[in-house]
């Protein structure tokens, strides 16, 4: 029996082999909750997931949910280059929410959300993540997107907070719209912004990153750069 809702509200990622103990390898478990999932929720519930590989969305319209921003946590086990999350290209719909995502300082690890080019509708909402270890809390540089909202996110560490550094004019991400998201501690910028056709965070704010750094590093000529309260 599995505990998922027959209408597949949401699938228990224990249900297919995760012991969210803070020791077990869960990265093999997890993974076959979201491909089961197709699409639907995967539920994460309280306690520590070790992975040692990036967990990859690849089907329109999942949602990796969890039981609180301290309460599950997703905890990269230090190997160099790897991601935490990642999500396939032009994957759409798609939502990240309730979790804690941790890169521990031991190697240069990659992000710790990675978002591939042409996705679309995406959301990220009520997230802390430890990113000491990492080249960047989010990520998104291949460009190509559509719509980003990102809501209650607090990024500590890494060496960049949320990267969005798209390097191509001719292929921008769409709109970016970000409330109470929040860098600190990062290694370089707590915001990197470029080719974005129109950005806008509200009440954001990026504190105590690198000394040779900027809160906010933007290159949006000609784009739409809008700062409400930060």
């Given amino acids: 029996f599995k505990s998922h809702v ?91 929410e309730n979790l804690k995502l941790e890169a521990t300082n031991d190697s240069s690890q990659g992000a710790c959300i990675l978002i591939g080019e042409n996705f679309g509708e995406a959301r990220l909402k009520d997230l802390d993540i430890v990113a000491y270890g990492a080249d960047a809390g989010i990520q998104q540089i291949a460009g190509n ?22 390097p191509t004019a001719s292929v921008p991400i769409n709109t970016i719209v970000a409330e109470t998201c929040y860098a600190n501690d990062c290694r370089n910028n707590g915001w990197l912004l470029r080719n974005i056709d129109t950005c806008t965070l509200i009440g954001c704010s990026s504190d105590n990153n690198g000394r040779s750094a900027t809160g906010y590093a933007f290159n949006m000529a000609g784009n739409v750069f809008t700062l409400i309260g930060c």
């Avoid at 297919?16 to 995967?42: C, K, P, R, S």
């Avoid at 230090?78 to 999350?85: E, H, L, Q, V």
């Avoid at 909202?149 to 060496?159: K, W, Y």
Wanted: aromatic share 8%.
């Fill in 6 to 96: 027959l209408d597949g509200l949401y699938f228990n990622i224990k249900d297919y082999g995760a012991l969210v103990d803070g020791v077990t390898d869960d990265t093999l478990a997890i993974q076959a909750t979201i491909d089961a999932a197709n699409g639907g929720t995967v539920w994460f519930p309280m306690g520590t997931t070790i992975i040692t590989s990036a967990l990859e969305i690849n089907v329109r319209g999942t949602k990796l949910l969890g039981s609180g921003q301290r309460a599950s946590i997703i905890k990269n086990s230090g190997i160099a280059g790897t991601n935490i999350i990642t999500t396939a290209d032009a994957i759409r719909g798609f939502t990240i």
């Fill in 145 to 166: 997107g559509i719509h980003l909202h990102m809501q209650n996110i607090r990024v500590n560490g890494a060496t960049t907070g949320y990267d969005f550094y798209v």
